[in-house]
């Protein structure tokens, strides 16, 4: 079964086509980092004009790299939620025009279910049933896998996702959009000693997360430096460090938790933090520790792509073979959540 896979969701154009044979046979993606970073972030009307332009070349470079002809797929797999409506209509509506032209079916997917499922795309993929932290700028889950499309969640941010604050920590210390990567990095310079900030909700009882409040911990530490001085870039770089254990902290410290507690020894990071240097080095030193496998995207699917949109599309459609004959009706669904989908 050969997928042509297409997302468009937020700031990143994705296409791919994936064989349920052969594997991922190619894949194109279009950042929209350079366009966002003068405004501090994602403008949607800007994100849904560049999609319109991406979509289509980037699909003729996909089929063009894996030597295939449109004709030739099976079906189409598109991004229907969560995510910006204006973005997800434009990979939609390109995916049920090719549908509709050439007489394929479109296979509606969870953009959730794509990351949760992308470890899949490794080397060294997961086998069911594991414990999955989804963690991004808009999202941060831990769910219980037993099979694909059988997901319990476990627990989620009552606020801000990890990915939001570390982008808000970034504001704050004048580091530029895409904040994440930019703290991470900036931490590595930092003293682990000089500023320790709360570890919030790690010791609830529960598998919820909260973030707020440790971005307000960091504002509110930055504005009694400023008092006194400008921030220096040591200064920066340490409340860096501080903010970056603390989210580290509490991320590793709720998935042993559910691993524990659901009695499972595979772990899975999927979603645009999961990338992050110092919570790959905590889990896995975890799992060393406590005897557990801890799974990965390829650093170059971290982020939105179409190879997870293609790859969930293609196991959707042999789990319910139905979805081959038919087609949803067009729509989208910006707020969607994975348990309920």
Avoid at 250 to 262: N, P, R
Wanted: hydrophobic share 45%.
């Amino acid at each position: 079964m050969l997928i042509l896979g297409i997302e468009s969701s937020c700031d990143e154009t994705g296409v791919a086509l994936y064989d349920s044979e052969r594997g991922l046979l190619a894949h194109a993606l279009h950042s929209q980092i350079d366009m966002h970073v003068a405004y501090g972030g994602v403008v949607p009307e800007l994100a849904s004009r560049d999609h319109i332009q991406r979509v289509l070349p980037l699909t003729d470079a996909v089929l063009a790299d894996a030597n295939i002809s449109l004709k030739d797929v099976d079906a189409l797999a598109c991004t229907i939620g969560p995510g910006l409506a204006g973005a997800l209509l434009v990979g939609t509506a390109c995916a049920h025009a090719i549908g509709f032209a050439l007489g394929k079916p479109v296979i509606p997917v969870h953009h959730l279910e794509g990351h949760l499922l992308s470890p899949l795309l490794s080397s060294n993929p997961p086998e069911f049933p594991f414990i999955a932290l989804l963690v991004s700028g808009g999202h941060t889950q831990l769910m219980r896998v037993d099979d694909v499309g059988q997901y319990t969640l476990l627990g989620e941010t009552l606020d801000d996702a990890a990915g939001e604050a570390f982008d808000k920590t970034a504001k704050v210390l004048g580091l530029s959009y895409p904040g994440g990567p930019a703290v991470s990095k900036l931490a590595e310079q930092g003293d682990p000693k000089r500023f320790r900030f709360g570890r919030p909700m790690m010791h609830s009882g529960n598998l919820e997360f909260s973030f707020a409040g440790l971005k307000t911990a960091v504002l509110s530490q930055a504005k009694k430096i400023q008092a006194i001085e400008a921030l220096s870039d040591t200064d920066k770089a340490d409340l860096a460090r501080a903010f970056v254990d603390a989210a580290v902290d509490v991320l590793s410290a709720k998935c042993l938790t559910a691993l524990k507690e659901h009695h499972m020894n595979r772990l899975v990071v999927a979603g645009g933090v999961g990338a992050n240097t110092q919570l790959r080095a905590r889990l896995n030193e975890l799992a060393r520790h406590h005897k557990f496998n801890v799974h990965y995207p390829e650093l170059h699917l971290c982020t939105d792509n179409g190879a997870m949109i293609a790859l969930a599309g293609c196991l959707a459609a042999q789990r319910d073979p139905s979805l081959l004959s038919q087609n949803d009706p067009f729509t989208v669904k910006p707020r969607w959540n994975l348990h309920t989908h």
